[in-house]
Nanobody, 125 residues
């Protein structure tokens, strides 16, 4: 089964930046809406950002608007998340996944790939 592979996390001070990457070796990648999710300790996984198959439409969690930017490269089967002005509340494990249908992205049940291990982001001074 195809699995998403996330990378780029780390420890950063408040106000800092990180750039996350995620690949999913599925032939359906270029047709899929892709989403970045995060899960903080003791909390449910939440959708942070999504991007349409062609990259024209991007949606963001209200709390990250203006700070995070999602993008994709359909040739490389890769989706990116540029995170600027990071805050301690952004601390979480970040995951990516996708689906052909937007309702699956929003509901947190995307089926493009098996969930990967995620990449840990820690924002702390």
């Amino acid at each position: 089964q195809v699995q998403s592979v996330e990378s780029g996390g780390g420890l950063v001070q408040p106000g800092g930046s990180l750039s996350l990457s995620c690949t999913a070796s599925s032939g359906f990648f270029r047709f899929s809406i892709m989403g970045w999710y995060r899960q903080a300790p003791g909390k449910q996984r939440e959708l942070v950002a999504s991007i349409s198959a062609g990259g024209e439409t991007r949606n963001y969690l209200e709390s990250v608007k203006g700070r995070f930017t999602i993008s994709r490269d359909n040739v490389k089967n890769t989706v990116y998340l540029q995170m600027n002005s990071l805050k301690p509340e952004d601390t979480a494990v970040y995951y990516c996944n996708g689906d052909l249908h937007s309702n699956k992205i929003v509901s947190g049940t995307p089926g493009l790939a098996a969930w990967g291990q995620g990449t840990q982001v820690i924002v702390s001074s």
